[in-house]
């Protein structure tokens, strides 16, 4: 069977008006803005305002990628979220995001790999359309970090931030689309990076009598040993594949955790800075929206030209990790 190449139609991004800074938080938990900044990168974050879901989100920054790539919402035939704060267990918040959009022709379902979610998100949905069961689906990276964030916590809480990021794929020339996909997981390591409860081993009923909430949990050491070893040899991994080289590298878009992280790939990958989107400083960490906000602020800013070698990169809970290259 030949396969179609798949690339993005149109992309966009919604983040919440509410900015948290670093002196906020400084009056919150025992931190200070010099140690966030020096080791993580980050300066601000947005926060979902009480009225506001995961699909809320999502669905704002879905009407933005439709609307970029004139596909209408009855045009889609899929619908993936990539989110581990679901509105609610089901019905999944892609079913919510549907309904919303009006898009009545489109399957949906949510997909759980944490920061690593939103390049599972497109694998799936290219794969979809490479074959032509569907022609447009629409990916979207969305979270509400804050509704799981340990606000008492120094170690975890200075990192989340909430947005969602959306992208419509449908066919493209050949020359252009996705070029390679790398999938992995490590379940060895899922201890490191967790929420534990609220699931079916530790359900809500139970969480009552709990000291504390159904919060992150992170070992940030690990997981960052974990960050720097992967990013680099997942993106080396998807080049290979796509039969291309660093050189070919046009713009790096990696996941937005630590700029200390971000900067070892870029390392590894003999890039200078400018070829890389970090917007890290004022989102902090939105797990599974992060890469897709900033390919969308990248479009916006328009660093991105046709023919562009793109190279997007993500890890994170699982564990999980991630990596494409995209011919724009
Ligand atoms: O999307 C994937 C999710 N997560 C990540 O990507 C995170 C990966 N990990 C990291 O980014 C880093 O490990 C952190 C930013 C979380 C922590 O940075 P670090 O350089 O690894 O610091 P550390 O955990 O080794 O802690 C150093 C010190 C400790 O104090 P002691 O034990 O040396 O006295 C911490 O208690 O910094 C302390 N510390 C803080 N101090 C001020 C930890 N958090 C804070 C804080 N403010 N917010």
Request: glycine share 10%; net charge negative; proline share 3%.
């Amino acid at each position: 069977m030949s396969l179609r190449s798949v690339g993005v139609l149109g992309t966009g991004k919604y983040v919440p008006e509410r900015v948290l800074t670093n002196a906020e938080l400084e009056k919150m938990v025992d931190t200070n803005d010099e140690w966030i900044v020096s080791r993580t990168g980050i300066k601000e974050r947005r926060i979902a305002a009480e009225h506001e879901d995961t699909s809320d989100l999502a669905f704002r920054a879905a009407e933005v990628a439709l609307a970029a790539a004139g596909i209408t919402a009855e045009q889609l035939d899929l619908i993936v979220v990539a989110t581990v704060t679901p509105d609610m267990a089901f019905p999944a918040t892609a079913c919510i995001v549907q309904e919303r959009l009006g898009a009545k022709n489109a399957a949906a379902f949510d997909l759980s790999a944490a920061c690593s979610g939103f390049i599972y998100g497109l694998a799936n949905a290219s794969n979809f359309i490479a074959t032509g069961m569907y022609n447009y689906a629409l990916v979207i990276g969305a979270e509400c970090l804050s509704r799981i964030t340990d606000y008492t916590d120094r170690n975890t809480c200075i990192l989340f931030g909430d947005g969602a990021g959306a992208t419509v794929l449908g066919p493209v020339e050949a020359e252009r689309g996705f070029k390679s996909f790398v999938l992995g997981a490590d379940g060895t390591g899922g201890e490191l990076l967790k929420v534990e409860k609220g699931g079916s081993s530790c359900p809500t009923s139970e969480l009552a009598a709990e000291a504390k909430p159904n919060s992150i949990y992170m070992n940030g050491r690990e997981v960052f040993k974990f960050a720097v070893r992967i990013m680099g040899s997942a993106a080396e991994e998807a080049l290979l594949k796509a039969g291309k080289t660093k050189e070919d590298i046009d713009l790096l878009i990696p996941h937005q955790a630590n700029t200390r992280i971000i900067h070892a790939a870029l390392e590894r990958l003999n890039l200078p800075e400018h070829k890389c989107v970090i917007n890290l400083p004022y989102y902090a960490n939105t797990s599974a929206a992060s890469i897709p906000i900033a390919l969308a602020e990248a479009v916006e800013q328009e660093r991105i030209s046709q023919g562009d070698t793109l190279v997007l990169v993500g890890f994170g809970g699982g564990l999980t990790w991630g990596a494409s290259v995209l011919v724009w």
